[in-house]
Nanobody, 114 residues
Framework: QVQFVESGGGLVQPGESLTLSCAAS????????MGWYRQAPGNQREVVAD???????DYTDSVAGRFTISRDNAKKTVYLQMNNLKPEDTAVYYC????????WGQGTRVTVSS
């Protein structure tokens, strides 16, 4: 079945960086677009970055210029490099296909606080 295992989250101070990883399994990875989503307390889950099967990327305005999404098709893994983190980036981060499968991993929590 479709599975996602996200990792790399943590507690950081504003301005610091984190790199998230997501290992995917249960589907053919290389032909599909993948995305990183996040859900902050009290908010709906939103897409923050996506990458097509050919490597084209797109970002929501609030993270553009600070976050970089990438993928390794051989490892069936998608990454999110997050720089200059802000308190408003605090959320649980998930990866999934674009559009999502409906099944989600446990996510990885990112907390940005001084």
């Amino acid at each position: 079945q479709v599975q996602f295992v996200e990792s790399g989250g943590g507690l950081v101070q504003p301005g610091e960086s984190l790199t998230l990883s997501c290992a995917a399994s249960g589907f053919e990875f290389s032909p599909v677009a993948m995305g990183w989503y996040r859900q902050a307390p009290g908010n709906q889950r939103e897409v923050v970055a996506d990458i097509t099967n050919r490597g084209s990327t797109d970002y929501t305005d609030s993270v553009a210029g600070r976050f970089t999404i990438s993928r390794d098709n051989a490892k069936k893994t998608v990454y999110l490099q997050m720089n200059n983190l802000k308190p408003e980036d605090t959320a649980v981060y998930y990866c999934n296909r674009i559009p999502d499968f409906g099944a989600w991993g446990q996510g990885t929590r990112v907390t940005v606080s001084s």
